[in-house]
């Protein structure tokens, strides 16, 4: 599953939080500054992680993509 992560004011910081809340095999991209996709093999508990992410915006997912990335 894909899903995308819109960070805050301070990206840097909002990348580490991932890092260290997503599971250790999760595959990260960032076509923008302030944009992540993220590809992980279990669903995510959207609602419940965002409330952990203090330098997260908004969580969603993606249903299909351009193979872009």
């Known amino acids: 599953m894909q899903y995308f992560f ?8 909002s990348i580490a939080e991932l890092t260290a809340i997503l599971p250790s095999s999760a595959e990260f991209k960032f076509p923008a500054s302030d944009i992540a996709i993220v590809s992980v093999n279990k669903p995510l508990a959207a609602e419940t992680l965002i409330k952990k992410l203090g330098g997260t915006i908004k969580i969603g997912w993606l249903e299909k993509t351009a193979n872009r990335y």
Do not use: E
């Open 6 to 13: 819109i960070l805050g004011s301070n990206p840097t910081l």
